[in-house]
């Protein structure tokens, strides 16, 4: 809008001026956004009437608010006895007696710490824009007294968009269908498909919270459920020993499910655990002691009996290639020490066979490090992924990345490779540059359960951002392990750390046991070479359909597998490093790979 001041002598205020002589030039285009909604001077008969001017000022404006400073009806009138006057008799519908209502960016940030770093977890800008309303006690209505529409950040139809505000589905019809599709299982991918197209943007978290709050509500009036569980979730400890162990009700099956099992003792294990964080489940009249009684003993021994039982015995009946034949698709100009590194660390862990699939100009070098690999030189022929097909029936578990580089032909092929794999149903250990064709192409490995990722803290990023649509939460790691592993359909995800974290969406489990302070390249790939050995090993045992329930393992396969290859990779590395110290290298940690095992299975 252009206005126009015409500047006159005048023993009036400057003020006064430019409110008598402002010269509209075209009056009708005055539309300044959301005036039609929220105006100085405005009268309300009731909070909920503002409420409603608000959400559609909020709408035209692209910005939210919340309450700041509020003082109710009672309030007030308390300070008017306080102060011997009379109370006001003001309508109920109003609520408050004045109320001021700041942009979301409004207020200054706390400090927590004397860092430098900008606390990102705020949305504090010291955004100046209110809106302020006291009632007129003459006329029993709210009056809009300020209105300052002045913000100090951007205000864009996209962010507004994915606020939480918004994206919360308010509207019942709309939430009614979300749930029914949930309810019949319709893939959370889909139902946000179909609301974006709605124009409703949701995240998938979002849809995930949701189907949560379902499986609470519809667990609140089960008793039997109550009774034989107990407790929601509990978790046990000794003091001063890292272990710990979280259980949680699973509601649909109606068991108790381990969640967390970190089972590092710095004493001696006896049957004794105390409980903590017991959390009943609701209207349950069960007390903590009998909660905590019902319950399995969680005893070191649970993690190491899993494993014990998924490990081949040695016997002279087996053939060659039961105990595993892995394929490793990886090796290019620059890179020949990783899918070495995987390649033998497969077979120092007890696999009988290890393949290579690489470049021709790679497959010399591999060669040379070692006459136990097989090398097959053909990522970049024009028929590898026929070359490949010949050679999977004889595979057991294929690792996809390590020193693949990212070369757009290759990657093309090992997309092609992956499908084909998948159609025979082997199992894939995705590593390093197969992660980056998997963030590029998510659906290659969507929904296909034998899948276990192992990503570093970098490439876990990139997929998280990539899957959830944004950075991983800085509060809980392994409830960011676990959604990403929920995004691919419940496959197994292993990420890789200072504590490294595997879950498949239903189970998380840690592993922050003794490695080395040396970060030297290469450790991946000794962990995706080792997983796919006890991959391999995990899955027969949970398939051998002659096992009785109870002797089948508490964790599933893939978890089991990446919780063993941590361990693995860390006691390696914690030997080595007693040995070589500052000079340890990931060859250092292969040799050790014998007195790892032996230690620790
Ligand atoms: N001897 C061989 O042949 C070996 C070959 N290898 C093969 O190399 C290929 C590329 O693998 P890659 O890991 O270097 O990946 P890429 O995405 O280029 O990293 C880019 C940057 O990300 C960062 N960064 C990385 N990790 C991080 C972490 N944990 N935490 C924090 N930051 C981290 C770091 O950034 P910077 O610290 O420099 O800022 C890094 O420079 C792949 O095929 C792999 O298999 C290796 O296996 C080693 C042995
Ligand atoms: N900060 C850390 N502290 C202790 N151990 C760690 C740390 N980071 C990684 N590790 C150990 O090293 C292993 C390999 O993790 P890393 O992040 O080095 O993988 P990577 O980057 O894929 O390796 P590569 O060099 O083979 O590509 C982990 O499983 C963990 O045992």
Redesign the pocket.
Same mark, same amino acid.
């Given at each position: 809008m252009e206005v126009v001041v015409e500047a006159v002598e005048t023993e009036t205020s400057a003020a006064d001026v430019v409110q008598l002589h402002v010269k509209k030039e075209t009056p009708e285009v005055v539309a300044v956004a959301g005036s039609e909604f929220l105006r100085v001077g405005q009268e309300f008969g009731s909070f909920a009437e503002f409420e409603t001017c608000l959400k559609k000022y909020s709408n035209a404006t692209y910005s939210t608010w919340t309450k700041h400073n509020t003082k109710t009806i009672e309030a007030q009138n308390r300070t008017q006895m306080r102060k011997k006057q009379h109370a006001w008799h003001l309508d109920e519908a109003l609520v408050y007696y004045a109320v001021e209502v700041r942009c979301k960016h409004g207020g200054g940030v706390r400090r927590k710490g004397g860092g430098v770093r900008p606390n990102q977890g705020t949305l504090k800008l010291d955004c100046p824009a209110r809106i302020y309303l006291r009632a007129d006690t003459s006329k029993n209505k709210l009056v809009l007294k300020i209105l300052e529409d002045q913000h100090n950040h951007d205000l864009d139809r996209e962010t507004f968009l994915h606020l939480p505000e918004q994206r919360r589905l308010t509207s019942s019809d709309k939430l009614d269908l979300v749930k029914s599709m949930l309810h019949s299982g319709v893939k959370v991918q889909k139902i946000r498909e179909y609301l974006h197209k709605e124009g409703h943007y949701v995240k998938n978290k979002d849809l995930y919270n949701l189907r949560q709050k379902m499986q609470k509500e519809r667990d609140e009036g089960n008793p039997a459920l109550n009774e034989v569980l107990a407790v929601e979730n509990v978790e046990s400890h000794r003091a001063g020993c890292e272990s710990n162990m979280l259980l949680r009700a699973d509601r649909d099956k109606g068991v108790l499910e381990v969640m967390r099992l970190v089972s590092e003792h710095n004493h001696p294990t006896g049957p004794d655990v105390s409980y903590r964080k017991t959390k009943r489940i609701r209207n349950n009249p069960t007390t903590r002691k009998q909660a905590a009684e019902s319950l399995p003993s969680p005893r070191k021994d649970n993690t190491a009996n899993m494993v014990k039982a998924i490990i081949p015995p040695l016997t002279s009946e087996l053939h060659k290639g039961e105990a595993g034949r892995i394929g490793i698709i990886?090796g290019c100009q620059?890179?020949?020490?990783?899918p070495?590194?995987a390649a033998i660390s497969a077979l120092k862990v007890g696999a009988d066979l290890s393949h290579v699939f690489c470049t021709s100009g790679a497959a010399p070098v591999i060669k040379s490090y070692s006459p136990e690999l097989i090398v097959h030189p053909i990522l970049d022929q024009p028929d590898a992924v026929r070359e490949f097909e010949k050679w999977l029936p004889r595979l057991h578990t294929l690792v996809v +990345?390590? /020193?693949?580089?990212r070369d757009p032909a290759i990657m093309s092929t090992v997309s092609s490779m992956i499908t084909s794999s998948k159609a025979r149903g082997i199992p894939l250990v995705v590593?390093?540059?197969g992660l980056?064709v998997i963030t590029e192409s998510p659906d290659l490995v969507m929904n296909y359960p034998t899948t276990l990722l192992t990503p570093?803290?970098?490439?876990f990023q990139r997929l998280f951002e990539k899957m959830v649509g944004e950075r991983p939460s800085q509060v809980d790691e392994s409830q960011n392990v676990k959604l990403l592993a929920q995004c691919f359909g419940n496959l197994t995800v292993l990420r890789?750390?200072m504590e490294d974290i595997v879950s498949d969406g239903f189970t998380v489990i840690m592993c922050s046991t003794d490695g080395s302070p040396r970060?030297c390249? +290469?450790q /991946?790939?000794l962990l995706s070479g080792s997983a796919a050995v006890f991959y391999n090993w995990a899955l027969l045992k949970h398939n051998r359909k002659s096992d009785t329930e109870s002797s089948q393992p508490l964790l599933g396969p893939g978890v089991l597998a990446g919780y063993m290859a941590c361990r693995l990779t860390r006691e390696c590395s914690r030997l080595a490093f007693l040995d070589q110290g500052r000079s340890m290298t990931?060859s250092d940690m292969i040799t050790k790979i014998h007195l790892a095992f032996e230690t620790l299975f």
């Open positions: 990886g620059e890179y020949t020490g990783a070495y590194f +990345g390590p /020193g693949l580089g590593d390093a540059d980056f570093n803290a970098v490439e890789k750390g970060r390249g +290469g /991946g790939d990931t």
